[in-house]
């Protein structure tokens, strides 16, 4: 049975903070510290144990799995339960795995600390979950990119600060991200209320006999119907395609960077890898600072969605026929400014879209699309370059970077722009 909740206007704060989705910005951006001072460690870690390319993909891939499978149980678990309980079993699972990562002596060890990290692994969608308890249809775009600012801001310093620590060996970033997970426990236990806030035009919704649910996998074939809605289901390929191709780019940049750029005459390592997502983060906090809000009422989401590809699909491509750092930056400056607006923006018409009564359901789905691109897009980065060692040939190198940009230039073709109005403007 689904705990009692109190609507906006009528529950007294059960929080010091006015706005509710605070503490909830806090709880992610820490969250995404932990995340991204592991990013670019990760694929170096486990090459020092004997890691090669294709296996260093599937470690990405080992976490997806786990996530696909347990997210959507976690989200309906948390329609039930309430957010803040399973908020805190997701970060325990994830301070779990990082200590056993930090530990771990051998690779095998390794796959089951991302194992680990991945069954539990429910933050960002059920913190999704929260935003659309607490705001109203046409506020979500705004308040999705709080998340927007929490990945630039972890993508600036999380990095960064792995990039610093790794010159104390390798186990010093993980510690950090342990030491940064269990600030994220202590968070969402003394900041976050322990009686969800819902918004009056969202309880509305509850009240209308027709529960939010999360499926779980074996439920897939109840995810058909959001696919019987053209418009619908052109903004969930698109989504599909977005994760296909920022999942490859992420999972493969450090293994690509480390094979094509050199550094003071060594290849790049860490910290070089960890500055360049560093720099990424700092663009990405410019445009989400309140460029990507006055973009979208002066353009509209769709629109601002429709560049986010466009500039996508032209940076990834151009990644591969770059040679030094310099031309990477100025590349990378390209795709991350026109695609910070890309995630809140997509998120917000595919929640308007769905209806009032299923945003934990379509959330769930695109956590789950997003697993489904981040088991597949891993391997096949890897197979690419294991290519590249095996054969000496950087050309599998560029065709990597063609192949994200080939995919975010696809998302085009699913273009919703011309198909009639958002559910915010009827």
């Known amino acids: 049975m689904t705990p009692p909740q109190l609507s906006a206007v009528e529950a007294k704060p059960t929080s010091r903070f006015a706005s509710p989705l605070l503490p909830i910005f806090l709880i992610v951006l820490v969250d995404i510290l932990g995340f991204t001072i592991i990013l670019p460690l990760l694929p170096f870690y486990s090459e020092r144990l004997g890691a090669s390319p294709t296996e260093v993909g599937a470690l990405v891939s080992i976490y997806a799995v786990c996530q696909l499978i347990a997210g959507p149980i976690l989200g309906q678990l948390s329609d039930r339960m309430g957010r803040r309980p399973l908020l805190l079993v997701s970060q325990a699972g994830t301070l779990g795995g990082f200590l056993l990562l930090a530990f771990s002596t051998h690779l095998w060890m390794v796959f089951v600390a991302r194992a680990l990290d991945g069954a539990t692994a429910g933050n960002i969608t059920i913190a999704q979950a929260y935003i659309s308890d607490v705001t109203k249809p046409e506020q979500r775009a705004k308040s999705f990119a709080l998340i927007g600012i929490a990945f ?17 060996g390798y186990q010093a970033p993980i510690f950090a991200a342990a030491v940064l997970s269990f600030t994220s426990i202590l968070f969402t236990s003394l900041l976050l209320p322990r009686r969800e806030v819902i918004h009056e ?39 599909l395609l977005f994760a296909f191709s920022f999942a490859t780019f992420v999972s493969g940049f450090a293994l690509f960077a480390e094979r094509r750029y050199t550094w003071n005459g060594h290849p790049l390592g860490v910290r070089e890898v960890g500055y360049v ?11 989400q600072g309140g460029v990507v809000g006055r973009l979208v009422k002066w353009l509209g989401e769709r629109q601002v969605v429709h560049i986010g590809f466009l500039t996508s699909m032209v940076g990834y491509a151009a990644i591969g026929v770059t040679q030094t ?10 795709s991350s400014a026109g695609g910070a607006g890309l995630r809140p923006a997509l998120t917000s018409l595919i929640t308007q879209k769905a209806g009032r009564r299923e945003q934990g359901v379509i959330i769930g789905l695109t956590q789950s699309l997003t697993s489904i691109a981040q088991i597949s897009a891993p391997i096949f980065a890897g197979l690419l370059i294991n290519a590249a060692d095996k054969f000496h040939d950087g050309r599998f190198l560029t065709i990597w970077a063609l192949w994200a940009g080939v995919l975010a230039g696809a ?16």
Request: charged share 15%; net charge positive.
């Open 152 to 168: 630039g801001f972890g993508f600036l310093v999380g990095p960064a600060i792995s990039g610093f620590l790794a010159n104390y």
């Open 411 to 426: 998302a085009l073709l699913f273009d919703p722009r011309k198909h009639g109005p958002t559910a915010a403007a009827l």
């Open 201 to 239: 035009h969202n309880e509305a919704a509850r009240e209308s006999g027709v529960p939010e649910r999360r499926l779980s996998l074996i439920s897939w074939g109840q995810y058909a119907r959001f696919f019987r809605d053209p418009e619908l289901a052109r903004l969930l390929a698109q989504w």
């Open 277 to 287: 997502f560093a720099f990424n983060g700092a663009l990405g906090i410019v445009m």
């Open 325 to 334: 750092i310099g031309q990477l930056l100025w590349v990378c400056a390209l």
